[in-house]
């Protein structure tokens, strides 16, 4: 299973980005699915999650201003964000949990992470 995360780029203060993060592979379920975002000289930090049923969670820092939203049959999650800070400013990484089945039936579960995505917030 691989996750590729798409989306970023450089936005005004005030404005608005939707991130993607797309899921491939060979007979899997995705779990759920999290957004972080790592900024310069800062830990990671988790912005939001979504389970398998459409369950969000979100950080106190982006409440109101981000939606973290999926498709199932696209295998594929978003983050609108929107009213965006210069402190939102950062590399955001997708990251999934998923259960793999391969044709001998073996079951794998497992955790995979997308490759980042630049979100820069200036004017």
């Known amino acids: 299973v691989q996750l590729q995360a798409s989306g970023g780029g450089l936005v005004q203060p005030g404005g608005s980005l939707r991130l993607s993060c797309a899921a491939s592979?060979?007979?899997?379920?995705?779990?759920?699915i999290e957004w972080y975002r790592q900024a310069p000289g800062k830990q990671r930090e988790l912005v939001a999650s979504?389970?398998?049923?459409?369950?969000?969670n979100y950080a106190d820092s982006v409440k109101g201003r981000i939606t973290i939203s999926r498709d199932n049959v696209k295998n594929v999650a978003y983050l609108q964000m929107n009213s965006l800070k210069p402190e939102d400013t950062a590399v955001y990484l997708c990251?999934?949990?998923?259960?793999?089945?391969?044709?001998?039936?073996?079951?794998?579960?497992?955790?995979?992470w997308g490759q980042g995505t630049q979100v820069t917030v200036s004017s």
């Open positions: 990251s999934a949990d998923y259960v793999e089945y391969s044709p001998s039936g073996t079951v794998v579960v497992g955790r995979v």
């Open positions: 592979g060979s007979n899997f379920k995705i779990n759920t």
């Open positions: 979504i389970t398998s049923g459409g369950s969000a």
